[in-house]
């Protein structure tokens, strides 16, 4: 499949390239494109055929829901039962933006956007882009991350041309995302609000405005049989090697790794902190993930370097924990659904 490859100013984006990208989705062709959190890979959430075409790209199951973007309040009421006014405290102030909303779905919606649950989960980007290609094509657009299932999310162009290109139409491409983990999913269609994936819109900052907000068990690792969301079910996010996480606080975390280091024989690396770096063997190989003194920096990293580490011919990583605090439960979150192995204390 010849793909076109569109690159568009951020600063400026140019209606003509957005024009053409809207001119696939119209058509009911794959459009990858990006958004502030990763790359997502879009079809018209109207037309299940569209979509469909989404999940064998991907190879991702079938009852894995998708995320439906809009590109205003006006679209999003056309798509769910619920009023959504009654939420206007939180899509005030956090739409658009890096946050999920899940309501109860209109008959518009096909079941194969929901992955076959009564649901729909409803996303407004930030990013001008994202929006623009929305608004040009006229429909929403259900898009999950621009990757093949299970791999690291995509965060810059390079990520989305290797895993895409010659496999969809289109490729918009714009430089790198900047949250680097996708977006926070709260569920909205029952009595009481329920975390069900963290992101960048901290779970601190939630419960300021939905003081009855539960955090569901999968979010701190416990499998969900069935997912409500995407991401709860399968695991994601794994590199090309094992990943070994350490689980528990970092003075036990940092001595585990030490003490697994004298037994390996194959290339490994240890992902770690900006501060705890120097703590480890000299002669070890060690890369960076960011400082704990500003994780958003960690989040942002996070992927590209999971992606990165089968290009140095490593054999193992193994990774430190981070706090949990702010957007630390969703780099958590991620790295326990990448590893291929956990070790709690």
């Known amino acids: 499949m010849n793909t076109k490859i569109l690159q568009i100013s951020l600063e400026n984006p140019e209606i003509e390239k957005l024009n053409t990208a809207a001119s696939y989705i119209k058509d009911n062709k794959l459009v990858a494109f990006p958004t502030e959190t990763v790359y997502g890979l879009g079809a018209n959430a109207l037309n299940g055929n569209a979509v469909r075409k989404i999940f064998e790209v991907k190879g991702r199951p079938s009852d894995n829901p998708l995320i439906v973007h809009v590109s205003s309040i006006k679209m999003a ?21 890096p946050i999920t909303l899940i309501f109860n779905k209109e008959n518009v919606i096909p079941d194969i956007v929901s992955g076959g649950l009564s649901t729909i989960a409803l996303r407004y980007p930030a990013h001008p882009i994202a929006q623009q290609l929305i608004e040009l094509s006229g429909v929403p657009i259900a898009a999950p991350s621009a990757n093949l299932s299970g791999k690291p999310s995509p965060t810059n162009e390079a990520h989305v041309i290797n895993d895409l290109k010659g496999r969809v139409e289109c490729l918009v491409l714009s430089g790198k995302t900047v949250f680097g983990l996708e977006s926070t999913i709260v569920d909205l269609s029952k009595y009481k609000p329920v975390l069900l994936r963290p992101g960048p819109v901290s779970v601190e900052r939630l419960k300021e405005l939905l003081p009855e907000l539960s955090i569901h068990p999968s979010v701190k690792g416990e499998e969900a049989k069935n997912p409500l969301a995407p991401g709860m079910k399968y695991r994601h996010y794994s590199p090309e090697i094992e990943l070994i996480l350490y689980d528990g606080n970092l003075d036990w975390a940092t001595k585990k790794i030490i003490n697994e280091t004298k037994k390996i024989k194959g290339k490994y690396v240890i992902l770690c902190s900006e501060e705890t770096i120097n703590f480890y063997p000299h002669l070890s190989r060690k890369v960076s993930l ?12 996070l992927f590209d370097i999971l992606l990165s580490l089968s290009k140095n011919d490593y054999e193992l990583a193994l990774c430190e924990p981070f706090p949990e605090t702010g957007i630390g439960l969703a780099i958590m979150n991620r790295l326990r659904k990448a590893s291929w192995k956990t070790v709690k204390k």
């Open 77 to 97: 009421k056309k798509l769910i039962k619920n009023d959504i006014e009654k939420f206007s405290s939180l899509t005030d102030l956090l739409w658009p933006g």
């Open 290 to 301: 960011g400082s704990r003194k500003e994780l958003y920096s960690v989040a942002a990293n």
